[in-house]
């Protein structure tokens, strides 16, 4: 008989012992497995959040944020100046728009349908104001009649009730990224192309397509011009799916506002250069005309609570393959001091300490590939749920500790969970990391869990060393 044979043989030799270890040996791997996948899922986004907006500023003009703001508006040679920069890879320039529906606009004041609306839109009087024949895919709800009810009017006698709608967020862009820098997921169809040239292609969201039942090659107008969906993308929320992005020349002609700009996008090498290259900038552009700063800077948060998350599940990743290792351990002891006349027998027939090894070696290895093919289906149902309580715990305990601050008691906006909490998007970036089992990290991992199992099996195996045969022999 083979030594494989042999040893496959002895694996089964007792099935209820076999059912217990490999039942314990599972519960070892799919966890470290199950740790292995987190740590990989968690990595990746940190990554992603390093490599992308962790490394964006935004410029917007002086005093151009929030509904009172003014300032001038940023310029195309503005832009260039900050591409000039020591450390930027790119500067991107927006244009915003904000699109109402047509049937929606109208006022006493008698504006023309189509007509763009400068200061009409928003903050600052950054957003220019135009129609279009889309309807946005959110209701305004109660949230929206409440933000906006001094906005409504109820005109009397020749004036009309203005039915209040949400409106939809347009963006002229000079490159194929969102206003954050990220490149944009277009789902199906292309992007538009040349981002510097007029164009009457466009890119709509998700929701806001499936509201207008368009698809690519579909059309419709913004300020009574017809505009070609070239792709629809998805930004990742709700809001975000309820856009257009058209090209940047053509979003300032819409606007009527030829060179201007609503903001800028520039993206760092690295991030250990942001906080230089925002000096920089700032300086160059003049505090009297641009505010220069980090994208989201809460998510200074959300990368220290992955980054924990990170080092949790690596330690617990190599806790379960140390004690995936232990059990291996004891188990071959114990099955060697079993088999002690057996192995003695076996060398006095003429093995050697070599083979007799190395079925020792084979029948731990048999346990483990049973151990490894449950521990594998637990990890791919359980991975998802042990990183999420992992991020969940952390997130919760990073919001605690900002509250017991004192910092953010009953913050703007509504707290810890609201747009205006310290964690704000932090918290979203958090719960959208997805951690799936993927075929290439749990084949890594239980490849892991074979090398520390030969490991524990070759220490009982060199004890098969120490056996002689006289004295198993005489003792029986």
Known sequence: ???LARSVGNAFRNKIRTAAVVAVLAVAIGLALSMLVANQAVSAKVQELNASVGTVLTVNPAGGQGFEGGGEPLTAAEAATAAAVSNVDSVVGTKALRLRTETTTSDTTGTAAGAAQPGGGGPGGQTASVTTSLTAAIDAGTLGNRNNAGNTTTGTGTGQVRTFALPITATGIGAEVDTAGKTLDIT???GLGNYAAATTKALVGTTLAEKNHLKVGSTFTIAAKAFTVAGIFDAGT??????VYLTLPEAQALAETPGELSSMVVTVNSMENVDAAKTALQAVLGTGKADVTQGQRNLATAVSSLNSVKGISLVAYIAALATAGLIILLIMVMLVRERRREIGVL???????????LQFVLEALVLVALGSVVGAAIAWFASGGIAS???SSNSTTGATAQR???GFGGGFGGGF???GGPFGGATQLLTSVTASASPGVIAAGIAAVFAVAVVGALVPALLTARIRPIEVLRGE
């Open 1 to 3: 008989m083979s030594v």
């Open 188 to 190: 199906s169809g292309t």
């Open 238 to 243: 709700t809001f975000g799916n309820n856009a």
């Open 347 to 357: 060398k006095a027939i003429g093995a050697r300490n070599r083979t007799i090894g």
């Open 389 to 391: 309580a992992l991020i």
């Open 404 to 406: 017991g601050s004192g």
């Open 417 to 419: 969970g609201g747009q």
